[in-house]
């Protein structure tokens, strides 16, 4: 690929090279829960991760996600000296339902959560589903992000003239949105009861190839751990509210409220050449947009495998700013 002035490609990373890492995971305990009340009795739920006096980081978890997303982090933010910090977006899990909340109502919830924490200046980890949110804070508190790195991030979907490059089931999902809504309510609050078990260990091999994913996905997911910080995440956002994670879903088909354009902070942009859920040809056209970015595509990585196997360096390049 060929750079232009406003941003760099960067593909010499590969991932088949660290293939053989572990991933540096703590599983055990759940770090404790805290809460921010904000107007109505509402709360923001949070959990932090990794170097509690480190460099602040925000983290966005993904889509159907909560907060203890964080927990792939962990490890090698302690070792890095990083302070993650990672909220429930409202409605998922502990988070306080917001009725017709909008992307751009999330920035003075960030706001709230830093100055409640005594933090002035911080940097935003965005993966998958939380990219959208990452960029929102980022365009409006430039003078507090200082960097934000989107892992496998969504594009603007309501602006796609072509959905070709989305995972089937989101182009599914997009079609139901616009036609048959009432349909879709009724299928999440179906879903809902299923999505919030634990499969047993033993049933977690037939789990990954239901899902149909990329071998390099599958073979990141057989860690124990991994498994674990993701998917124990989902069933947390499916066990408090179908509701919940069905407004979180509708933030990704609706305009965002600002361009990409206006995001003038430093963007660190990681995507897998093998992503299935958001093709790399879309993380491309992003990064064209973006005035200030670079990006690195990772070959032989997926949507799963690259926050799992590379969150060292993407946190170690994010506090490089």
């Not at 590969?14 to 509402?42: Q, V, Y």
């Not at 997911?221 to 509210?241: C, G, H, N």
């Not at 050449?273 to 064209?288: I, M, W």
Request: proline content about 7%; some cysteine.
């Amino acid at each position: 690929m060929a750079s232009c002035s406003h941003y760099t490609l960067d593909y010499r990373l590969d991932a088949c090279n660290t293939s053989s890492k572990k991933p540096g995971f703590i599983f055990g305990d759940m770090h404790r829960e805290n809460l921010i009340e904000l107007e109505n009795n509402a709360v923001i739920a949070f959990e932090e991760y990794g170097d509690a006096n480190g460099v602040p980081v925000i983290f966005c978890h993904g889509w159907p996600s909560s907060r203890t997303m964080a927990r792939l982090t962990d490890e090698p933010a302690r070792d890095l000296g990083i302070r993650i910090v990672s909220p429930d977006r409202p409605g998922i899990s502990a988070s306080s339902l917001q009725p017709d909340r909008k992307l751009t109502d999330w920035p003075r919830l960030v706001e709230r959560m830093v100055d409640h924490l005594g933090i002035r200046d911080f940097r935003m980890l965005g993966i998958s589903g939380g990219a959208p949110y990452a960029y929102a804070t980022a365009v409006a508190l430039p003078e507090r992000v200082r960097a934000i790195a989107i892992v496998g991030g969504a594009p603007p979907i309501a602006e796609l003239g072509d959905s070709g490059g989305l995972l089937p089931l989101y182009r599914w999902m997009l079609a139901f949105y616009g036609t048959r809504p009432r349909l879709l309510r009724t299928l999440f609050y179906l879903a809902r009861p299923v999505l919030s078990l634990r499969p047993p260990v033993r049933l977690r091999p037939l789990l990954l190839k239901m899902l149909l994913l990329r071998p390099c996905d599958a073979e990141s997911l057989r860690d124990a751990a991994a498994f674990e910080a993701i998917f124990e995440s989902q069933r947390r956002a499916w066990r408090a509210s179908a509701e919940g994670v069905m407004a979180d879903a509708q933030i990704y088909a609706q305009p965002w409220g600002f361009a990409l354009e206006d995001v003038r902070v430093p963007v660190r942009l990681w995507h897998g050449n093998q992503d299935r859920a958001f093709s790399v040809r879309l993380a491309e056209e992003l990064v064209k947009r973006l005035p200030n970015c670079n990006a690195r595509f990772i070959a032989d990585a997926g949507h799963y495998s690259l926050p799992i196997r590379h969150m060292r360096e993407i946190l170690e390049d994010l506090i490089s700013f």
